[in-house]
């Protein structure tokens, strides 16, 4: 149990870490960075995290009667810590850039992407380079989600009062991902991320998404 309780706290939040490292620093030096246990599903509290509300909580394994605030939200994605994170998901072509002067923290990773994905609308070229099917699909969502934003009651699935889903607004980049917008966990895969990006570097991280909360 002691053993479990240092490798959980040496994440905490505080201003007792070494320096932050820059993007020139991680070139130069080629550190192996640590990714904080909650990304990686190695500690005890279970992040929920949705890209679609920016909703951010979670369950203790060992206490799951209760869910738990999301108490950890200050403390750094990465040991060292970094300024900047590339986040992918193989769930859609978009690379999310986070930063922060100060380090990335678990908070900024979630702010930035449900920032990127419900503020940034999918373009024209981008919706006309998926097969027709995928490409109804994205729309049918759009309008599902924009019926629960809007709509009292559940926020999943309702529709306005006559039964009939909303007029079709601009396609967001979180409809893309369809059901698929819960966080699962974070890796790293230098191969992955050359073949979406043309390099790799230690802050890029690949997002995996569930259609659900675990």
């Known amino acids: 149990m002691a053993a479990d309780n240092i ?4 994440w ?4 007792s870490y070494g320096p932050v490292l820059s993007q020139t ?7 192996t960075l640590q990714i904080h246990p909650i990304l990686t599903k190695q500690h005890p509290f279970i992040l ?3 890209i679609l509300t920016g909703y951010t909580g979670g369950f203790n394994e060992q206490q799951t009667d209760h869910d738990h605030p999301f108490t950890q939200v200050h403390e750094p994605a990465t040991l060292p810590r970094v300024q900047e994170l590339y986040v992918v998901t193989e769930r859609s072509p978009w690379c999310v ?4 002067d100060a380090g990335v923290t678990l908070g900024d990773i979630c702010s930035q992407m449900h920032k990127d994905y ?6 024209d070229a981008e919706l006309a380079a998926t097969q027709p099917r995928m490409q109804e699909r994205i729309k049918q969502v759009a309008q599902r989600n924009a019926a629960s934003a809007g709509a009292p009651g559940p926020q999943w699935g309702g529709f306005y009062g006559n039964g009939t889903l909303p007029p079709l607004g601009r396609l967001k980049r979180v409809d893309w991902l369809c059901e698929a917008h819960y966080f699962d966990l974070v890796t790293r895969d230098d191969r992955y991320s050359e073949a979406r990006l043309g390099f790799s570097a230690p802050n890029i991280f690949i997002m995996k998404l569930e259609t659900y909360a675990n």
């Open 118 to 123: 419900t503020e940034n609308i999918i373009t």
């Open 97 to 100: 850039h986070v930063r922060n």
């Open 7 to 10: 490798r959980v706290d040496r």
């Open 25 to 31: 620093d991680l070139y130069l030096l080629k550190p």
């Open 48 to 50: 929920i995290f949705n």
């Open 12 to 15: 905490a939040n505080g201003s």
